[in-house]
């Protein structure tokens, strides 16, 4: 098969995808690019054969990819239809002052952009350098009075783009603990991996708070931030409702000059009247550097009100090599509740 154009280039990160000419997908069993790190006589081990990317349509369930910007291996679980907002194709409007994000007026007009929900192989979770954590969807626990969150790890949410599908013969190609309870191999089906009724229940379960609505984008000096907020539910506390947001940040260098993140201020506006400030050192304890081998960095927080809705924007600096800095923006974003909704996160049910 042709080798489809955009295949990721070594290094890309720390996983080592190639395509032999045949359009094989190999990789180091290791997953470890430099030669010191291979166990002695491995060598790249073929895992698949890449497909041609799909420029009109979806990926079906049961999808395998490789991931174009971390490299990983996963499995489309099924899709979301997003709205993306990208203000770099926004149109000016007549200035009246700034708006409420602190930006110059833009009229921001959403288009539909398609989302996958994912597994992650958990053997290349360990060498995605570029994210703050193994990516994982946080739940809200079932405790009113309570803060603590929990977790899904090795779930992710991949934009159209960056799916590089391939094929495999291998039944159970991709290694996570909720891949034979959510996926069942079906030699006639293409590709062979079908939905259980376990997945499908559990995504009419869980959708208020797996769905995934609006994207936000924006560039400032060829550093692209793109921010996914979603919506996690309310909790009681002290005799007031607390509303709780997760939002995750992906930062990408689209230049080939070197920059670090240095610090992020944050501005959080309430439905309630309150306005309050953030500012600190890097993000979520690290300030990471993007280069033209490692361009992309992303990383999960989240936030509470004290109101069902709310904004927020801000900035981050940035650091060149010569020690001078510059702002980048990131881009105003809602948080709104899901107010029809009156039953709490109900997690993983089967």
């Known amino acids: 098969k042709r080798e489809p154009e955009g295949l990721p280039t070594t290094p890309r990160g720390k996983i080592v995808a190639l395509t032999n000419t045949l359009?094989?997908?190999?990789?180091?069993?290791?997953?470890?690019?430099?030669?010191?790190?291979?166990?002695?006589?491995?060598v790249l081990e073929t895992v698949g054969v890449f497909e041609v990317p799909k420029q009109h349509g979806k990926y079906d369930t049961g999808q395998l990819f490789l991931h174009s910007v971390f490299g990983y291996r996963?499995?489309?679980?099924?899709?979301?239809?997003?709205?993306?907002?990208?203000?770099?194709?926004?149109?000016?409007v007549p200035e009246k002052g700034?708006?409420?994000?602190?930006?110059?007026?833009?009229?921001?007009?959403?288009?539909?952009?398609?989302?996958?929900?994912?597994?992650?192989?958990?053997?290349?979770?360990?060498?995605?350098?570029?994210?703050?954590?193994?990516?994982?969807?946080?739940?809200?626990?079932?405790?009113?009075?309570?803060r603590a969150l929990y977790a899904i790890p090795g779930l992710d949410y991949v934009s159209h783009e960056d799916i590089l599908p391939y094929t495999s013969t291998d039944q159970v190609p991709i290694q996570h603990e909720l891949f034979e309870r959510f996926l069942l191999y079906?030699?006639?089906?293409?590709?062979?991996?079908?939905?259980?009724?376990?997945?499908?229940?559990?995504?009419?379960?869980?959708?208020?708070w797996l769905e995934l609505s609006d994207v936000h984008r924006e560039t400032t000096e060829?550093?692209?931030?793109?921010?996914?907020?979603?919506?996690?539910?309310?909790?009681?506390a002290q005799n007031s409702h607390v509303y709780w947001w997760r939002y995750c940040i992906r930062l990408e260098n689209l230049n080939n000059e070197v920059v670090q993140l240095r610090?992020?201020?944050?501005?959080i506006f309430s439905l309630s009247g309150t306005l309050e400030t953030v500012r600190g050192r890097g993000v979520v304890g690290r300030e990471p550097v993007l280069s033209k081998e490692q361009p992309a960095f992303q990383y999960s927080s989240h936030v509470s009100l004290q109101a069902s809705s709310g904004h927020m924007w801000g900035t981050f600096r940035f650091e060149r090599p010569d020690g001078?800095?510059?702002?980048?923006?990131?881009?105003?974003?809602?948080?709104?509740?899901n107010k029809d909704e009156k039953t709490p996160p109900s997690g993983l049910h089967w």
């Open 23 to 42: 359009g094989e997908l190999d990789v180091l069993p290791s997953l470890c690019p430099h030669p010191r790190n291979r166990p002695e006589g491995k």
């Open 74 to 92: 996963g499995i489309v679980l099924f899709p979301w239809q997003a709205r993306l907002y990208d203000r770099d194709v926004a149109s000016p």
């Open 98 to 146: 700034e708006n409420a994000a602190g930006h110059g007026s833009k009229e921001v007009k959403g288009k539909t952009h398609t989302y996958y929900q994912v597994l992650i192989d958990a053997r290349d979770c360990p060498h995605i350098s570029q994210r703050s954590q193994t990516e994982a969807v946080t739940f809200l626990a079932n405790h009113d009075d309570s």
């Open 186 to 208: 079906d030699q006639t089906k293409v590709p062979p991996f079908v939905a259980r009724d376990t997945l499908c229940a559990w995504q009419e379960k869980n959708h208020p």
């Open 222 to 236: 060829n550093i692209r931030v793109t921010v996914i907020p979603f919506y996690m539910g309310m909790r009681e």
């Open 263 to 267: 610090e992020r201020h944050w501005r």
């Open 324 to 337: 001078s800095h510059f702002d980048v923006r990131i881009p105003p974003f809602s948080l709104e509740s």
